[in-house]
């Protein structure tokens, strides 16, 4: 089962007001609706912040912890926390990050005046970080860890983009950024499409891991395999 939290609206290169029962932020939250019902995520949570500027309070936290708690994920996907350098109050992906994170902490114990049980999610995985072109954007990597296939399925990641328009992605715009981000990793992996992340903390095996797909790629001949 797939849920989404969303924080805010997530409308683009505006500071508009916070007052959700307006008319833009209604259309924007459909928007948000009509995407993940394309890709079959019907457990949407708004926490409806206000999209000019994000900022950590232990209330927004407190909330966060809240739904993980009722939700008791295994895995959280989120921004990378180092996204823009991990600095400026208005790089709204790395303080997500950040809000996710310490929500991951305080639905690990105990919450005062709240008694359902405490919740560790297993694993946090952050989007591949493409970020900008800031001095801070380069301090960090940007070659992921996970390459997940998609494929199979990035036409349906073209029509969740359409329904973006404030985020101006329903045109040639979204196209673009596919083959450009979600091509551009999957050219030495060797397949059209691929969805980078970076696992929070290493994951444990027994012996070391290598997937079916590397295992397929021995004794291929290169003509093949491009």
Not at 85 to 109: E, P, Q, T
Not at 158 to 169: C, G, H, I, T
Not at 171 to 192: D, M, S, T, W
Not at 204 to 225: C, I
Request: proline fraction near 5%.
């Amino acid at each position: 089962v797939l849920s989404g939290f969303f924080l805010s609206s997530g409308r683009r290169h505006t500071r508009s007001t916070s007052d959700w029962s307006s008319d833009v932020c209604s259309s924007d939250l459909k928007e948000i609706v009509d995407a993940c019902g394309v890709l079959g995520v019907q457990d949407l949570r708004f926490l409806r912040m206000e999209d000019g500027m994000l900022i950590k309070t232990p209330h927004i936290v407190r909330q966060m912890a809240m739904i993980i708690k009722e939700i008791r994920p295994n895995i959280l996907i989120t921004h990378s926390p180092l996204e823009g350098g991990g600095v400026g109050a208005g790089h709204s992906h790395a303080i997500c990050a950040d809000i996710v994170l310490s929500a991951f902490y305080m639905a690990c114990g105990l919450i005062d005046g709240d008694d359902s049980p405490p919740h560790e999610v297993a694993q946090i995985f952050f989007v591949g970080q493409f970020g900008q072109d800031s001095i801070f954007d380069f301090e960090s990597n940007r070659f992921p860890y996970i390459l997940i296939d998609i494929t199979d399925v990035v036409e349906k990641k073209v029509r969740a983009l359409e329904k973006l328009k404030s985020q101006f992605y329903s045109g040639p715009l979204g196209r673009k950024l596919i083959e450009c981000q979600n091509g551009y990793f999957a050219v030495h992996a060797r397949v059209p499409y691929v969805e980078p992340f970076y696992p929070w903390r290493p994951e444990v095996h027994k012996t070391l891991p290598v997937s079916d797909f590397n295992l397929n790629l021995k004794g291929r001949a290169s003509k093949e395999l491009f």
